[in-house]
């Protein structure tokens, strides 16, 4: 026996002797008192009666003697889960049924929250994380405020120069490595970053040192191109050995030093990403070459973070940002670029940053902030429905309360009692609900579109969300745990007793039940509507005319940075590849192009009519711009309604396609084709213009290109390779009879005509299609699910009440019987009462309900918030689902023998 | 007061403590003497329900200023004696003393309000 338990049961048996004392002790004061009233004169039973009226509650007076030596109420509560347990598993049923209906009421809950917690309000594991900002470039363009965009180098260094509020700023954009090892070549996520980026967030590092501003300098520093990994690629890659440090590994081509790992759980300031690599931001020139941009003033390219001095608020910086704005741009800027309306209207914005930063924030906040409101809601519908479950077995125990009532037990220790039950219920719940949503979140994440993000949030529960659940947990245990507490507490004892078997009258439980019902079906229908309107958003979106079609067609990136080919070559090259795949059995088109619909990604460019005086340069002028390769319509089903395709030929430069909402625009009132088309370029960096004129082909029918619920843009089409700039990394669109054989295709056209190339991986146009509605479909299906679960919770509720109506009336119902009542008449008795329940519900209902809808606009398609079908199908299901419930206890009550009834009274 | 049947009253915190040790400071006693004990001391103004005593012992015993024994009785009875500690009894002269104080207060503004009416 360890000491411990030894000063347990030291403990134990110390009390049990204090007890048996007090119990004995007490006894003996009885007896006493009872002899002297006896040697008074009375009987012997007339002197016990009154010897316990003078001494008063006698199992109270114990319980609080005993109370004295008691740490306060630890006993009585660990007594009373002791006899909950006892009580639970007398009715498996009940606790099956209320253990799971909170395993899932608060696994969704912890679910969702989880999700939020790593996406939206995790901090980063750095120290003082609330003084890190994040200054971000918000632009006004005519099109709408695009705002958290990206800085360059310029604009940090001047920043830096001026500021007097920031105490350390620093940039960080992130980049791919390919790192070349004996085994192979693999691509590494990681970053470029400012040499103090480490500092200012404030790191040490796990082993060696971490980068620093000796670092980032032309040509490398002191250890030539100085990298940090990761922990875990250190754990991983090099199972922790510390004699990595000062190892040279090839990176893009080009010999970098590990000079240190970072520290354990760092990931970076993006969120959704994990880098591996951390190199200085003067490594970029080495890595992109001609086309790097840190000494290009005119890209958009850096994060920017900085640390707020002491005693500097966000606001104040803020503010002095807006004054070094306008002296950036003109440090940075060439005078012809500078004065763009676009660029003096916009400005520097300073954002919490110690959250760090990811893509998916603005994209995924409202919808998230949507889902938890609504398993919040169905919690809610969760507590409503064991309130009424409870209370329906507190009913059926009135007996025992009123029995332990007279035994002398407190109102408070009756109401403590079933607390206990409900908290124990909830913790059992609980438990449940951590493994749903930990299994629930694995699949959850897979609807993320951003696939390395899915795969680098953490989703595993961590004490955060543990406590959350538990509290969730414990307000669960009082909501549905209370009322029937209060309830059974305040029962009126002698009539209890008195009465036996069942009554004809029903107690005050049975009018509370009702109260809980038609809010379980509000909710209920209001939690229907939204997920119809929802799932409704989904088809419309599906049904859009979207210009081109999507099953069996292939995307598949090229990655040609590092073959020898340049320009025309490279050209050829994807036109040999091209024709080759053709050849390849399956395969009945296929072509390239720069961008793919819906991918998220494009580009714009102004053009007018060469025959037009009007100004150029003007954001009414800019168009969808696309470099395509000949078959690209015909591969994606898009149809050509006048003209011709090119031809795949170096004559194809010097012509363009137009679709017909640009046509219509560039030449209204006339025929596109045949006229001159005039492409006007201003370069950012030095502030030259440029045009290039181009005749018109053909004309397209209209295709949606970056969301299907904005309708398709007005698009021009070039021929792919007069513009060099992303000749490296198109993507083969490849449509065949199958997605199988259109994917051997290509990667046997790709190792036979371009065998040094890395494997990238094809995504199915159908994938990319669903990714592009991916936070519609999460909305659509997990709202579903919320209201399946919260109808079948009405069901079990609205089969409880009419189980437990018909239990106590079925005197009342055997009575009418033997007057002549018909079993239709008691039928439509029971079901009135539904009916009735239903209603009352349907009517809050319905106006929660439009009010809910009218929240969810914002993430409808082609669904009006007060679409009469969707209200209409959403309380038939309602109505429908209730009466099917209340269709088993109305059998019973049809089959109750009355002779039987009566004879039980 | 208008009411000539006489009420019981609860006693105020401590009030049952305190003379239950000024019994037990006279001469150790058992539960039972110690009700009829106080019930007499005061002409049978004071009600106490006998069970409200054993919490108050219980309080007693755990702050050690009572200890207590088994033994027997004179009328040969199994019974529990219970006897005042030093701490016990430095306990009372304190609340007594602070009593008093308060009493004489509750004295001098019955008084007042009596001579004002």
Request: aromatic letters at 8%; glycine letters at 8%; charged letters at 20%.
């Amino acid at each position: 026996m360890s000491w411990f338990t030894r000063l347990f049961s030291g403990i134990f048996w110390r009390r049990r002797n204090l007890y048996s004392d007090l119990a004995e002790e007490m006894r003996e004061h009885l007896e006493e008192k009872t002899e002297q009233l006896m040697r008074e004169g009375m009987s012997r039973e007339e002197a016990e009666h009154t010897a316990r009226r003078a001494f008063g509650n006698a199992t109270l007076v114990e319980e609080r003697s005993r109370e004295v030596w008691q740490w306060p109420r630890l006993e009585s509560i660990w007594a009373d889960a002791k006899f909950a347990v006892r009580q639970l598993a007398k009715s498996p049923a009940f606790a099956a049924t209320s253990v799971l209906t909170l395993a899932l009421g608060i696994g969704a809950n912890t679910g969702i929250f989880t999700l939020t917690h790593a996406l939206l309000l995790k901090s980063l594991p750095i120290p003082e994380p609330d003084r890190l900002v994040r200054i971000a470039l918000d632009i006004d363009s005519p099109n709408g405020v695009v705002s958290d965009q990206p800085l360059n180098a310029f604009l940090l260094q001047s920043i830096q120069r001026h500021s007097k509020t920031l105490s350390g700023l620093f940039g960080w954009a992130p980049y791919d490595f390919v790192l070349k090892e004996d085994t192979g070549s693999r691509i590494y996520s990681g970053a470029v970053v400012s040499g103090n980026a480490f500092q200012v967030l404030g790191l040490t590092t796990a082993a060696g040192r971490l980068l620093a501003p000796a670092d980032d300098q032309r040509g490398g520093g002191p250890d030539g191109w100085a990298a940090v990994i990761s922990h875990r690629f250190w754990q991983q890659h090099y199972h922790s050995d510390p004699s990595v440090i000062g190892k040279h590994v090839t990176l893009t081509d080009h010999s970098v030093t590990i000079v240190g790992v970072a520290p354990k759980g760092f990931e970076g300031v993006f969120v959704t990403m994990h880098p591996d690599f951390y190199l200085p931001l003067e490594y970029e020139p080495v890595l992109r070459g001609a086309k790097s941009m840190l000494r290009q003033p005119g890209g958009l390219w850096i994060m920017v973070w900085a640390r707020l001095m002491p005693g500097v608020s966000q606001k104040m910086a803020a503010a002095e940002m807006r004054t070094i704005y306008p002296i950036a741009v003109s440090e940075t800027l060439p005078p012809s670029v500078r004065h763009l309306a676009v660029i003096e209207r916009s400005g520097f914005a300073v954002r919490p940053g110690g959250k760090g930063w990811s893509l998916l924030r603005p994209q995924y906040a409202r919808p998230l902030l949507l889902l938890q409101i609504l398993v919040g809601v169905v919690l809610l519908v969760c507590c409503v429905n064991l309130a009424g479950l409870c209370l329906a077995r507190a009913s059926t125990r009135e007996h025992e309360f009123a029995i332990r009532g007279a035994l002398g037990a407190a109102r408070t220790r009756i109401m403590q009692q079933l607390l206990v039950e409900s908290l124990l219920l909830a913790l059992c719940g609980g438990v449940l609900a951590i493994l749903f949503a930990w299994a629930t979140d694995r699949y959850l994440l897979q609807f993320l579109a951003d696939r390395e993000a899915a795969a680098s949030l953490s989703v595993r529960p961590d004490p955060f969300t543990l406590l959350l659940t538990g509290g969730c947990a414990v307000l669960c245990a009082l909501l549905f745990g209370l009322a029937p507490g209060w309830l059974a507490s305040h029962i009126s004892i002698e009539p209890v007793l008195r009465r036996s078997g069942n009554s004809i009258t029903a107690g005050k439980n049975a009018v509370a039940q009702r109260i809980f019902l038609p809010i379980q079906v509000a909710l209920t229908l209001a939690l229907v509507v939204v997920a119809a309107m929802l799932t409704a958003t989904v088809s419309h979106l599906r049904a859009t005319h979207l210009g081109f079609r999507i099953d069996n067609t292939l995307l598949a990136p090229a990655d040609f940075e590092r073959l020898p080919q340049k320009s025309l070559d490279l050209v050829h090259l994807y036109r040999r590849i091209i024709l080759r795949m053709k050849q390849l059995p399956g395969v009945d088109n296929a072509s390239v192009a720069v961008s793919t619909p819906l991918h998220g990604m494009g580009q714009t460019g102004v053009f007018t009519s060469a025959s037009s005086s009007k100004p150029a340069i003007d954001f009414t002028n800019r168009y969808w711009v696309n470099d395509v390769g000949a078959g690209y319509f015909a591969t994606l089903g898009t149809s050509m309604l006048a003209g011709r395709d090119f031809a795949d030929e170096d004559s194809d430069a010097g012509t363009c396609i137009l679709n017909r909402s640009a046509a219509n625009r560039i030449f209204p009132g006339s025929t596109a084709i045949g006229q001159s088309l005039r492409q006007t370029n201003r370069n950012m960096n030095v502030g030259k213009i440029t045009t290039q004129d181009c005749q018109v082909i053909g004309i397209v029918e209209d295709a949606k290109y970056t969301s299907l619920r904005e309708p398709a843009p007005p698009t021009v089409y070039l021929p792919f390779g007069v513009n060099t700039d992303s000749l490296a990394s198109m993507y083969f669109v490849i449509h065949a009879a199958a997605l199988v054989e259109a994917q051997n295709a290509w990667q046997k056209a790709l190792h036979e005509l371009a065998p040094g190339s890395p494997e990238t991986d094809p995504t199915s146009f159908a994938v990319q299609f669903d990714d592009s509605i991916a936070r519609e479909r999460l909305l659509s299906v997990l709202s579903g699910f919320f209201a399946a679960l919260a109808l079948l919770l009405s069901g079990i509720g609205i089969y409880g009440l009419m189980a437990s109506y018909v239990t106590q009336r079925t005197t009342e119902i055997g009575v009418r019987m033997a007057l002549g009542a018909t079993r239709g008449k008691i039928f439509a008795l029971v079901m009135r009462q539904v009916a009735a329940l239903l209603l009352l519900g349907t009517v809050t209902g319905g106006g929660l309900a439009v009010f809910a809808a009218h929240s969810i606009k914002a993430f409808l398609f082609d669904v009006s918030p007060g679409n009469p079908a969707i209200f209409a199908c959403a309380v038939l299901i309602l109505t429908f689902s209730g009466f099917v419930a209340a269709m088993l206890p109305a059998r019973r009550a049809v089959s109750i023998d009355p002779m039987q009834a009566l004879r039980s009274e | 007061m208008t009411n000539s049947k006489q009420e019981p009253r609860d006693l105020f915190p401590g009030a049952l403590e305190m003379m239950i040790l000024e019994s037990l400071r006279r001469q150790p006693a058992h539960g039972y003497a110690l009700v009829q004990h106080i019930q007499q001391r005061s002409n049978n103004l004071l009600q106490v329900e006998e069970g409200s005593l054993y919490p108050a012992l219980q309080r007693l015993l755990k702050a050690k200023m009572v200890k207590a024994e088994w033994g027997v009785s004179s009328t040969n009875r199994r019974v529990r004696t219970y006897q005042i500690t030093a701490a016990g009894m430095k306990h009372l002269e304190r609340e007594i003393s602070s009593f008093e104080r308060m009493f004489e207060g509750i004295a001098l503004v019955l008084d007042t309000s009596k001579a004002i009416s």
